[in-house]
């Protein structure tokens, strides 16, 4: 089963982290220069260790932390302002794009983890919704998907995943997280080297998950009428559906 590692956001010049103390008007070359020749504190606490980026700092753990939610907040700022600028040019009849090319599935990509990140989950819906939708444009133009760059397919299937953890807690999604399941399922068969018109009766950990979790959230029979509204269900998703029932989840007898 395939699984993407999360990919690492560049950070900006380090930030200064609070210390519990008032702020130093040493240069912070100096305190740098000063803390690398320092003696050790009492209980090993070697100073030297407290200076990330040239700045002392309570810990450089806590530095690195400052350093990532600036980063993220950075990114938001820059997408935000990017939209701000070209609804403005809307509504002043301007043609002229704010960019020369809109933003690609991976640019997507890492503005939905960004969001997802600082609990901004519209945003992230949003921007997983965009991803997958240029992704889907770069296979249709393709035409053969063995071609498209696997780091595609890998992108595909992490805002696919994303995408159906978060529809799945949101009531008014529940539509929106069984359509998603249901591409994962199909997804799982294609990578499982399935013939067209076979289909696994296991679904991945997470499809499960998220199944349990509308279940327990809408009820089974809920989720069971909505389902047949979409059409036929997988059969990964009727065994689902099946061992709720068998195992007695929460949500199985509503």
Same mark, same amino acid.
């Given at each position: 089963?395939?699984?993407?590692?999360?990919?690492? =956001?560049?950070?900006?010049?380090? %930030?200064?982290?609070v210390s519990g103390q008032e702020a130093?008007?040493?240069?912070?070359?100096?305190?740098?220069?000063?803390?690398?020749?320092?003696?050790?504190? +009492?209980?090993? /606490?070697?100073?030297?260790?407290?200076?990330?980026?040239?700045?002392?700092?309570?810990?450089?753990?806590?530095?690195?932390?400052?350093?990532? =939610?600036?980063?993220? *907040?950075?990114?938001?700022?820059?997408? @935000?302002?990017?939209?701000?600028?070209?609804?403005?040019?809307?509504?002043?009849? /301007?043609?002229? +794009?704010?960019? +020369?090319?809109?933003?690609?599935?991976?640019?997507?990509? =890492?503005?939905?983890?960004?969001?997802n990140r600082l609990h901004m989950s @519209?945003?992230?819906?949003?921007?997983?919704?965009?991803?997958?939708? @240029?992704?889907?444009?770069?296979?249709? /133009?393709?035409?053969?998907?063995?071609?498209?760059?696997?780091?595609?397919?890998?992108?595909? *299937?992490?805002?696919? *995943?994303?995408?159906?953890?978060?529809?799945?807690?949101?009531?008014?999604?529940?539509?929106? %997280?069984?359509?998603?399941?249901?591409?994962?399922?199909?997804?799982?068969?294609?990578?499982?080297?399935?013939?067209p018109g076979e289909a696994s009766d296991?679904?991945?950990?997470?499809?499960?998950?998220?199944?349990?979790?509308?279940?327990?959230?809408?009820?089974?029979? %809920?989720?069971?009428?909505?389902?047949?509204?979409?059409?036929?269900?997988?059969?990964?998703?009727?065994?689902?559906?099946? @061992?709720?029932?068998?195992?007695?989840?929460?949500?199985?007898?509503?």
């Amino acid at each position: 089963q395939a699984r993407v590692a999360a990919a690492a =956001v560049p950070a900006p010049a380090a %930030a200064e982290a609070v210390s519990g103390q008032e702020a130093s008007t040493t240069p912070p070359a100096v305190m740098a220069d000063a803390a690398a020749s320092a003696p050790a504190a +009492p209980g090993g /606490d070697d100073l030297s260790k407290r200076v990330y980026g040239g700045m002392r700092v309570c810990r450089a753990w806590l530095a690195r932390v400052v350093d990532c =939610v600036h980063a993220d *907040l950075q990114i938001l700022n820059d997408w @935000e302002a990017e939209e701000r600028e070209a609804a403005a040019r809307d509504e002043e009849g /301007d043609p002229t +794009p704010v960019r +020369p090319a809109p933003p690609d599935a991976q640019e997507w990509f =890492v503005r939905a983890r960004c969001a997802n990140r600082l609990h901004m989950s @519209e945003e992230a819906i949003a921007a997983y919704e965009q991803c997958v939708n @240029e992704v889907d444009r770069v296979l249709r /133009d393709m035409g053969n998907a063995r071609q498209v760059d696997p780091v595609i397919h890998e992108m595909n *299937l992490a805002s696919s *995943l994303a995408l159906l953890e978060l529809y799945a807690c949101r009531p008014e999604c529940l539509s929106n %997280a069984l359509e998603v399941a249901e591409v994962l399922l199909q997804m799982d068969d294609e990578s499982a080297g399935m013939a067209p018109g076979e289909a696994s009766d296991q679904a991945p950990a997470e499809v499960t998950a998220a199944i349990y979790t509308l279940v327990g959230l809408h009820g089974l029979e %809920a989720v069971q009428k909505t389902q047949k509204k979409l059409g036929n269900a997988h059969p990964a998703m009727l065994r689902a559906f099946e @061992e709720i029932t068998e195992c007695e989840v929460s949500g199985y007898d509503r």
